[in-house]
């Protein structure tokens, strides 16, 4: 068979390791077989692509500062104040129990690659920078595993003429993929793609066709990975309307929320929505956003208007079960939550969440078995730790303190800094007379995490009375 | 007539002398003959001699004398003949059919005197089944030895015994007995029983715990109203929750429920001592009929051919008539009396907001078998506590230091862990000291005592020690304490941080120094 078919055939197959061998072995024979050359790039280039325009996070914007546009935004428009608002509004009503302590904003951990989102009532998803650190490590770090791959360096870019390959239409594309995904090399694939576009709008002056869009797009996508939004933000065209696909509308939309400007993105997303009506992605999108800006009826009703149209997104199904969990409806949380069973999902998260609404709807029997399947799927630190967490809270509920601290101290233990189990290991301790024990894992709580609510109030209880306190909340 | 009466009068007779001679007259209607006539059945008690005098219309049709005192009367229903009359005197029962006697039943012996024959002290009679099925009804038959006999009035056998633990004064049923019946049994100390016939085995449950001393009890299948001797009536659900009370302002002779047949209507009638009657919807008076002496004696059916008529017996005997206007518009609800003397108890609102229908089914799985469900949840639990004991052990054994034991943790390493500050802010006689101690290993460190001590100088100081139990990783523990220099002449204060061996004996403090701090004050001009 002619090598070549060999490898399109394996392309094809998706055994893409053998094909960029056999791409390899041809180019040996044949150092100008254009064809075999691009083969062995695209090969190389699906092994690690992912859906970037999923990915909100990356080092470098996390720490531009230059991306805040405006430091006091109105009330409503900044995800970033509304989480504060939102938690400082909650913690002034001191008399009154706050509504939803502290937790978490949203009924899924959005993974980078966009993928099936597991999801916990707890989480530290939202606002953590860490996270962003690792997914930024993970993003790098693809591009090393893969050259670690090739034994030889396969295309060296400091030693490639840009500008040359700019020229010539057929290569460039598949050349940029390959910088950018697999080298992992942003700025020589900006740089390629700015060539490739000034060569373009050379040929082709006026008209206007896919191709100048796709260059746009990948500036764009070049420049949101830079962390240089500005660049896109400022530019008025209307190019990611008119492609043919979601992509220019998301990445768009991506880059205004990294600048914070959620109604900014959500009219973005809107105006994709008339040219791509019943786009789950964009309806996602859009509901995120809504979420982040504490408006949850109406990210609900997003979210449920994605299931019209597609009935076995999890993130949907999460969402409103998170949703319906905390605003009493635990059964119907539950359907949710075995619906996503159902679907395929055995995680930890979902086990963990049946387990708690079992214990909100008087299925006892079901409660334990769900927290042991959790915990024995429960693979990494932070997740066993939120599981005994809410065993510990399985424990309280059926008056088992003992249970409970026993529960907690494990968290704690695994994840040192739980501040939700300190303040319930606090309200134990001073339940029990141990004063100082109390108060001081009160003030541990409140150095680990400064918005918690709970652990606020109790100290303030604390310190207003000499007595025994009154009341603590959990 | 323009008004929107409730009670047409129908007729009046006071020549039909319905006066007995313990006062007490007993009602009852009943198509005795199967003509679709209903007769008047009226008990005159008397204490040596009874009648029992049955009108068709307003005549007399005939009068039966019993040779005793007569306490109680009810109609029953026989499948394939005309309904009959059991009469309870003494401690027979007396049968009648066709207007004749027809058999004479001793209530068997009872009690625990076996020489003793049982009183009858109330009677009433219970459908069997539905009408689709049979006719015939069985007989509840009080008896004074604190039993409930039910027994069928064909074959005269007991069918069941029940105990009381006191005589039924008055039995009202409603129901059928072979699919599920309700019996109300009133007691003059023990309260009110509550009997279900689908409960097997079959016992009488209490009701209502006993109170003052009740008058009448009025079943209509669905309410329980009961009339007591405090001029008050009450409504009670058949679960015992109170619904409403009605205050009247004398004594309550008699009460029964007025029922039209399309069940619309829902009124109870109440008879007072004053003459008057007073007829409640849902607790509110809707209408009074006055009359010159009180009425003793009520009963609302079917007479003649009329339905909805309400004959009534007064004190001096005189008969009244009414029927109910079926006409009648209860569109108005207006409260006629003028004082608010009638207080409605509204249900208790439901706490939490109302369950959907899905919670409801899914706490039905509870009920099937709740105690296997019980069951598993406390395995689990003991698993629980299992696999958490394992896991904690397994955490601390791979863990190098024991972070929660303090005696494994030397002293030499504490003191390169904590860092301690000391600062002495104002200027004059009063002062402030302000202390960080920060922990800065990656170890928890626990049981620390900041000891102050005046060393020179007649200093004052607010506090001289401070407990800190727990420091965490990178935590930070400010320490605030006003030192006054009433001399002014400075001084010294030393800071000692100690970490305690034993950090809850209140008596005896010893540990290690993990860190000092000297402050000079220097003295004031």
């Known amino acids: 068979m002619d090598p070549f078919y060999t490898a399109v055939s394996l392309y094809r197959k998706r055994n ?70 939102a938690k400082r509004d909650k913690s002034t009503t001191s008399d009154n129990r706050p509504p939803t302590q502290s937790r978490p904003l949203s009924g899924v951990v959005r993974l980078n690659h966009g993928g099936l989102g597991g999801s916990h009532d707890i989480s530290n998803s939202q606002g953590t920078a860490k996270s962003r650190a690792q997914t930024s490590r993970i993003l790098s770090r693809l591009g090393t595993a893969s050259l670690s791959t090739e034994t ?80 896109i933000v400022q530019t008025t065209s209307d190019w990611h309307i008119e492609m043919n696909n979601t992509d220019g509308v998301l990445l768009i939309a991506k880059s205004y929320l990294i600048i914070d400007q959620p109604m900014a993105a959500l009219e973005i997303y809107k105006k994709g929505l008339e040219k ?15 979420e982040d800006l504490q408006k949850s009826e109406d990210s609900v009703s997003t979210y449920k208007e994605i299931l019209n149209y597609d009935c076995s997104n999890t993130e949907a199904v999460a969402c409103i079960a998170a949703y319906l969990f905390y605003t009493g409806q635990p059964e119907w949380a539950l359907v949710l939550y075995r619906r996503l069973l159902q679907m395929g999902i055995h995680t930890a998260e979902v086990f963990c969440n049946i387990a708690l609404c079992c214990l909100k709807t008087q299925q006892f029997d079901m409660v334990i078995p769900c927290i042991e399947n959790a915990l024995s799927l429960a693979a990494k630190d932070d997740l066993l730790a939120m599981i005994w967490y809410n065993a510990g809270h399985v424990g309280l509920a059926t008056g088992d303190l003992q249970l409970a601290e026993l529960c907690w101290k494990l968290t704690r233990r695994i994840n040192a800094y739980h501040c939700e189990a300190c303040n319930n290991l606090a309200v134990l301790a001073l339940l029990d007379g141990r004063k100082q024990e109390g108060k001081a894992l009160l003030l541990a709580s409140l150095s680990l995490c400064d918005d918690i609510a709970e652990a606020k109030f109790n100290l303030e209880k604390l310190t207003n009375q000499d007595n025994e306190p009154v009341e603590c909340l959990i | ?43 005159l008690v008397g204490h040596e001699l009874s009648h029992l005098k049955i009108f068709n219309g307003m005549e007399l049709q005939c009068e039966i004398s019993l040779p005793e005192m007569a306490v109680a009367i009810c109609t029953f229903s026989i499948d394939g003949s005309p309904p009959g009359i059991a009469v309870g005197a003494g401690s027979s029962l007396y049968i009648y059919k066709n207007f004749k006697p027809y058999y004479k039943y001793n209530v068997p012996h009872g009690g625990p005197n076996y020489g003793e024959q049982a009183e009858i002290t109330q009677l009433a009679a219970l459908s069997r089944s539905t009408p689709d099925v049979s006719c015939s009804s069985l007989l509840l038959v009080g008896t004074g030895h604190n039993s409930l006999l039910i027994i069928d009035p064909q074959t005269f056998n007991a069918i069941s015994r029940i105990e009381l633990p006191d005589v039924p004064t008055s039995i009202k049923s409603s129901g059928y007995y072979d699919t599920e019946a309700v019996i109300l049994i009133g007691t003059p100390e023990a309260g009110v029983f509550i009997l279900r016939s689908d409960q097997k085995p079959v016992q009488a449950k209490p009701f209502l715990p006993p109170r003052s001393p009740i008058v009448e009890i009025a079943f209509n299948g669905t309410t329980v109203a009961i009339a007591t001797s405090d001029h008050t009536i009450r409504y009670y659900t058949l679960q015992g929750q109170e619904l409403r009370k009605i205050a009247v302002d004398t004594f309550i002779l008699t009460i029964t429920w007025i029922q ?90 439901a706490l939490g907001p109302a369950k959907t229908k899905l919670f409801v089914d899914q706490t039905m799985r509870e009920k099937e078998d709740p105690a296997k469900m019980y069951q598993l949840f406390q395995e689990g639990m003991c698993r629980l506590h299992l696999r958490a004991l394992r896991d904690w052990l397994n955490l601390s054994s791979s863990t190098k230091a024991d972070v929660e034991q303090f005696a494994s943790i030397s002293v030499p390493e504490e003191s390169r862990c904590l860092h301690l500050v000391a600062k002495l802010l104002g200027s004059g006689s009063r002062f402030m000291l302000h202390l960080l101690l920060q922990n800065i290993s990656d170890q928890v460190i626990d049981s620390l005592t900041i000891m102050l001590q005046v060393n020179d100088g007649k200093l004052v100081l607010e506090r001289s020690s401070a407990k800190i139990s727990l420091m965490l ?38 540990g290690s120094i993990v860190c000092a701090a000297k402050i000079n004050i220097s003295p004031t001009i």
């Open chain 1, 152 to 231: 030889e360096s396969f295309i060296n870019v400091a030693r490639i003429n840009l500008a040359q390959y700019a020229a010539l239409s057929q290569l460039v594309k598949p050349l940029f993929e390959y910088l950018y995904f697999v080298q992992g090399d942003v700025k020589s694939a900006l740089e390629l793609a700015n060539q490739a576009q000034q060569s373009l709008s050379i040929l082709q002056s006026c008209s206007k066709d896919e191709k100048n869009h796709f260059w746009k797009c990948a500036i764009a996508r070049c420049l949101v990975r830079l962390g240089l939004v500005r660049q």
């Open chain 1, 16 to 85: 893409l390791i053998q094909c960029a061998q056999v791409c390899t072995d041809i180019l040996q024979e044949n150092g100008q077989h254009q064809a075999a050359w691009i083969l062995k790039v695209r090969a190389l280039t699906q092994r690690v692509a992912y859906d970037d325009t999923e990915v909100l996070e990356s080092l470098a914007e996390a720490t531009s500062a230059e991306n805040r546009w405006t430091k006091t935004a109105p009330n409503g428009t900044s995800t970033v104040t509304s989480v504060k608002t």
């Open chain 2, 1 to 43: 007539m323009s008004r929107n009466q409730l009670w047409l009068d129908a007729c009046r007779n006071s020549s039909v002398n319905l006066k007995s001679e313990c006062g007490v007259v007993l009602l009852d209607v009943e198509d005795l003959a199967k003509d679709g006539i209903n007769r008047l059945l009226a008990l």
């Open chain 2, 260 to 349: 039209s047949t399309n069940q619309e209507l829902c009124l109870l009638a109440v008879s007072l001592a004053n003459g008057q009657v007073h007829f409640y919807r849902q607790g509110i008076l809707v209408e009074q009929l006055h009359f010159k002496t009180y009425i003793i004696s009520m009963t609302f059916g079917r007479y003649g051919r009329e339905d909805g008529t309400l004959v009534m017996v007064s004190k001096d005997g005189e008969l009244f008539v009414k029927i109910l206007n079926r006409g009648y518009k209860m569109a108005q609800q207006t409260d006629l009396k003028s004082n608010k003397s009638s207080v409605s108890i509204c249900k208790k609102k």
């Open chain 2, 473 to 510: 990783p990178t935590a930070q523990h400010w320490i605030k304490i006003n030192v006054k220099d009433p001399t002014n002449q400075g001084g010294e204060v030393s800071v000692i941080v100690r970490k305690d061996m034993e950090p809850d004996c209140e008596l005896t403090v010893w």
């Open chain 1, 276 to 290: 791509f009506p019943k786009d789950t992605v964009i309806l996602s999108g859009i509901a995120r956003i809504y």
